[in-house]
């Protein structure tokens, strides 16, 4: 697609922009949006909650020495665009700036082979009944069950005043699994996710098995003893074990948490801060993957970026506001939850690089330890670089091998520790998806990686 | 009547004649004002008007819910379609239905305050550059400000029921935070301050970017602690974020679905004397009060836990036709893009007796939690069982002693609540996520693991 077609036309936005700039101001923008989704799940076997809506509203933000002025309106009346550019220059006192006449850029949305709304809703209505059995057949203890579906479609247009016009159109597509086991007085839950920046495609292979595999996690907990408590070597399982990565890491190196000397890896560019057999990446480039787009939020391509190069941090996660403090190129990470929001730097997906250990001989060279295969999710402060993990799977290791299934297991530690700690990397590789929450902000992330080993961390449960 | 009343009741007639057998119409018309300041300068300032509508339409048994921000006949007329659409999608619920005869409510005063609309945006934007200012002077190991923030919005709701339920009200809310920064580039500390009120001349600067300060300055030096079982204090802030949970374990829906770790112990002893909780959506003094609640049921105030015993849950429309009792007026909804659910109003822990400081005589030995992190990946819903980071300080002779950092406490929730030994004597209003007043409390004993 080419510029705001479909949402704002050229003229518009250049009268906008006009308005934006009329009491001075370094930059502006206009960001229009046009959202719709639909939304359902299955509960006690039966349908429901089916909820489908639309949106549409545009924001408009001036840049003035180091302050952004941000006015969002509903709708995309062109009038209303205008006084809410109008608005947004009203704090300012200074003199008209000319923003540069608008060029159309053309954007390659990803591809969606079957849009969903072209799906019947009975056909998603149908793969729900089928997760539900196919969750229920593994186990009588499954007690309770409950599967969503989501599709979302966003169709976007970015126009600013250094003469950028371009747009993006986005489908996303999502369904989960939690199933909840029970054995006399245990209750156990178990979850499982699987989505894309994908069409109705993603669930032609087998979405059933999510809800199987929900299933059998909460069926392993009902046999779980209690999580010790205490510092031990961790091995992180693949896929949705990055989250660990996207925490520590990778909230640390969006710029605007560095720029406020609020992250632990500030001052630290080019910086040995991990082992070298580390890599890693922020891509919002992934065919199909959750955090994937064509462009940012503020139009920027998204990119490929190297943060961690054989251990050595090489870059920051920028949108273009921090790009300009730093004197360096916008990394295509403003991403913003709506036009009800600012940008801010965010990742897109965001993985370690497969390296050269096999799961079994990481694991096989613990005394003892403890295997959390998987998260429920996880906090930081990027500023003291302590993290917190909820382990929703994890085992004991014993001599080398996976043994006892442990429940209500938490990894705690501070980034730059732990990070450095991490003394094996595996060759076996998936991705994960995720809503990261950020300012008040939420976004679809991906996270990955394969297996990871932490040389000490401490686990915090109840057995001390 | 208000122009917002009669689009709701417009969409109403709306949805019957589009084939559905009774609807509900939820509108809102919402300004908010956010303001961003750091390092002496304003770094964002956000303004914006929104209004939108979400329409629940039933047929048959069937429910189905659609939203939209165009309130136009024509938009009106597609959101419409939507929520029939989605009930057709739906399967039936016997019992599925709009509240029937909800009573009338009555009108609460104190939901607004005229400095939000008094206050012009440079005025609050000097507050949000002043919270910071307080918290960079109070105490000079306070290194920079992450930020602060202000944010306030002035909210009309309006509810329109084929079955005659509804109403309209208004209400402001503000809040203010700031996070501070302590210690050198060899070891950060963040410690967070904030207030809430009405409008923003119920908001001390001072107090706000005092407590960011001390809060921060107070982990310098931060070790972590062995692990071991001993007494808990825990603040309010932190008492605030359990007793959130405690909110969705009372919810009906939550237990007719057997995912609370209360379901089976109605009338039971879930909690130590020393605990006592009511939900009461008439107290103003909570963000969540409201004459009615999001589907036209007037408020009121519902002891949950007294005498240690576990007195009732909270039901909406739908929970109380299930469990063939009434509802207690908690149908909660986070906006017009989805529709109602059970949700605890304002959660209120009755304080006891004790100041802060009798609380840590109280404890001896143990540790005190000032924060926790990870509640949402560290807590399992349906068992209660959690295991939580935190960070605090010893308490070493009934005194506070050295800050603590990088642990984790765990037990679950009913265990925790019947170990509850005494609530202090000052309760806060904490808005993180639920609204909850709750005085710091003393756990006997919980899990801490360190290293």
């Known amino acids: ?464 | 009547m208000s122009s917002l009343t009669e689009l709701a009741g417009r969409a109403v007639e709306a949805a019957l004649a589009g084939g559905a057998g009774e609807a509900e119409t939820y509108a809102t018309e919402t300004a908010t004002r956010e303001v961003r300041a750091h390092a002496a300068e304003i770094e964002s300032l956000a303004a914006a008007r929104q209004r939108g509508i979400g329409i629940r339409a039933w047929i048959d048994g069937r429910v189905g819910y659609g939203f939209g921000t165009d309130l136009s006949a024509k938009g009106i007329a597609t959101i419409t379609a939507r929520a029939v659409e989605a009930a057709r999608v739906a399967d039936p619920d016997e019992f599925a239905a709009p509240p029937s005869d909800p009573g009338e409510a009555t009108p609460l005063a104190g939901l607004s305050d005229a400095s939000v609309g008094e206050w012009p945006t440079s005025r609050v934007a000097e507050l949000a550059l002043a919270v910071e200012r307080a918290a960079l002077e109070s105490d000079e190991r306070i290194a920079a400000v992450e930020q602060a923030v202000y944010f306030d919005s002035s909210e009309r709701v309006a509810i329109a029921t084929s079955t005659g339920a509804g109403g309209e009200f208004e209400s402001t809310s503000c809040y203010a935070y700031a996070q501070a920064l302590a210690g050198d580039a060899s070891g950060r500390e963040t410690g967070l301050g904030f207030g809430i009120a009405r409008g923003p001349a119920g908001l001390d600067p001072a107090v706000i970017g005092g407590e960011a300060a001390e809060r921060a300055a107070a982990m310098i030096g931060s070790v972590k602690p062995p692990s071991r079982a001993c007494p808990v204090v825990l603040d309010a802030t932190v008492a605030a974020s359990f007793v959130g949970l405690l909110g969705n374990a009372v919810g009906a829906d939550a237990v007719q679905r057997g995912r609370s770790p209360l379901a089976s112990l109605l009338g039971e002893r879930v909690a130590a004397d020393a605990f006592v909780l009511r939900d009461d959506g008439l107290d103003s003094g909570g963000f969540a009060a409201s004459p009615i609640d999001a589907e036209g049921v007037p408020r009121r105030r519902t002891p949950l836990i007294e005498a240690g015993t576990l007195r009732t849950f909270l039901y909406d429309t739908y929970t109380a036709n299930r469990g063939g009792g009434a509802s207690t007026g908690n149908a909660g909804r986070s906006g017009y893009r989805s529709p109602p659910g059970v949700a605890a109003s304002n959660l209120i822990v009755s304080p006891g007796s004790l100041s802060f400081e009798a609380l840590l005589a109280e404890a001896g030995e143990g540790v005190c939690v000032t924060d926790v992190a990870g509640l949402h990946a560290g807590v399992n819903p349906v068992s209660g069982v959690f295991s939580v980071g935190a960070s605090g300080r010893a308490i070493r002779a009934g005194e506070l002693a050295e800050p603590l950092r990088e642990f984790t406490i765990a037990s679950d929730l009913v265990s925790m609540l019947r170990s509850v030994r005494a609530a202090g004597a000052t309760p806060r209003w904490v808005p993180f996520g639920d609204s909850v007043s709750v005085p710091p409390l003393l756990i006997g004993e919980m899990t801490v693991g360190g290293s």
């Open chain 1, 1 to 464: 697609m080419s510029g705001g077609d479909g949402l704002i036309d050229s003229a518009v936005a250049e009268r906008v922009l006009a308005c934006a700039l009329a009491c001075g101001g370094e930059f502006a923008e206009v960001f229009a949006e046009r959202r719709g989704g639909l939304t359902m799940a299955i509960d006690e076997s039966r349908v429901e909650s089916v909820q489908s809506g639309a949106e549409e509203g545009a924001g408009v933000r001036v840049v003035s020495g180091g302050t952004s002025y941000f006015v969002h309106v509903d709708g995309l009346d062109p009038d209303d665009l205008e006084r809410a550019a109008v608005e947004a220059a009203a704090a300012l006192r200074g003199e008209r700036t000319e923003p540069r006449a608008l060029q159309a850029r053309a954007t390659t949305p990803l591809p969606i082979e079957q849009r969903p709304e072209e799906v019947p809703a009975e056909r998603k209505a149908e793969m729900l009944r089928e997760l539900d059995e196919r969750g229920r057949v593994e186990g009588g203890e499954i007690a309770q069950l409950r599967a969503s579906y989501g599709e979302a479609r966003r169709r976007i247009a970015v126009a600013n005043s250094d003469g950028l016009l371009t747009g993006d159109d986005r489908t996303r597509v999502r369904i989960g699994v939690q199933a909840v086991a029970r054995r006399e007085d245990r209750v156990e839950t178990g979850a499982e996710t699987l989505g894309g920046h994908r069409g109705f495609e993603l669930l032609e292979d087998d979405p059933g098995a999510i809800a199987a595999s929900a299933a059998r996690k909460a069926l392993t907990l009902l046999d779980a003893g209690p999580a010790p408590a205490g510092s031990t070597p961790v091995v992180v399982g693949g896929g949705f074990g990055g989250v660990l990565f996207h925490e520590m890491t990778g909230h640390g190196l969006e710029a605007d948490h560095v720029q406020k000397d609020a992250s632990v890896y500030a001052g630290k560019l080019g910086a040995q801060v991990a082992q070298p057999l580390l890599s890693a990446y922020d891509d919002g480039r992934m065919p199909g993957e959750w955090g994937s787009d064509a462009i940012d939020d503020e139009g920027t391509p998204t990119q490929k970026t190297e943060v961690i190069a054989d251990g050595r941090l090489t870059s920051f996660l920028y949108d273009r506001l921090t790009a300009g403090r730093d004197g360096a190129a916008s990394t295509g990470n403003g991403r913003r939850e709506s036009f009800r929001h600012l940008p801010i730097p965010r990742m897109t997906n965001t993985y370690i690089a497969p390296g050269d250990a096999t799961p079994e001989a990481m694991i096989g060279e613990v005394q003892k330890g403890f295997y959390a295969v998987s998260f429920g999710g996880g906090q930081v402060d990027p500023a003291t670089g302590d993290f917190v993990f909820g382990v929703s799977e994890g085992y004991l290791i014993e001599s080398g091998r996976v043994t006892a299934p442990c429940r209500g297991a938490t990894l705690i530690g501070n980034c730059l520790d732990a990070l450095g700690a991490i003394d094996a990397v595996g060759e076996d590789f998936w991705m994960k998806t995720g809503i990261c929450g950020k300012g008040g902000q939420k976004v679809p992330v991906g996270t990955g990686q394969g297996h990871v080993r932490i040389a000490a961390m401490t686990v915090g449960g109840t057995e001390v």
